[in-house]
């Protein structure tokens, strides 16, 4: 069954993003993934939460792969990168097919 990662940024400073958006693309795709979702310009359409930056949703084949990447050595320097400037709200969610 289809799997999505689904995730909201706050963006503190943006000194990590060329070197992180260089790279990511690539860690994704090589766990079978690609994004849905990519970018900024969030609106609200319910509730009081505030807005993040950008949201993101990248589709996987399954949990498995989902898991494999979020795991992996590539992404999980990526992630320390991007904790320099950001913080980052994701979940694991199960597609309809």
């Known amino acids: 069954m289809t799997a999505f990662i689904i995730g909201q940024m706050t963006i503190e400073n943006r000194d990590w993003m060329e070197a992180y958006f260089a790279e990511i693309p690539d860690v994704v795709a090589r766990h079978q993934g690609s994004f849905s979702v990519r970018g900024g310009?969030?609106?609200?359409?319910?509730?009081?939460?505030?807005?993040?930056?950008?949201?993101?949703?990248?589709?996987?084949p399954d949990r498995a792969h989902a898991e494999a990447f979020w795991s992996c050595d590539d992404f999980q320097r990526l992630?320390?990168?991007?904790?320099?400037?950001?913080?980052?709200?994701?979940?694991?969610?199960?597609g309809t097919q």
């Not at 609106?43 to 996987?60: H, K, S």
């Open 41 to 60: 310009n969030p609106t609200r359409m319910e509730g009081e939460a505030a807005l993040p930056d950008a949201a993101f949703v990248i589709r996987f």
């Open 79 to 94: 992630a320390k990168l991007r904790r320099s400037g950001s913080s980052l709200n994701a979940i694991l969610v199960d």
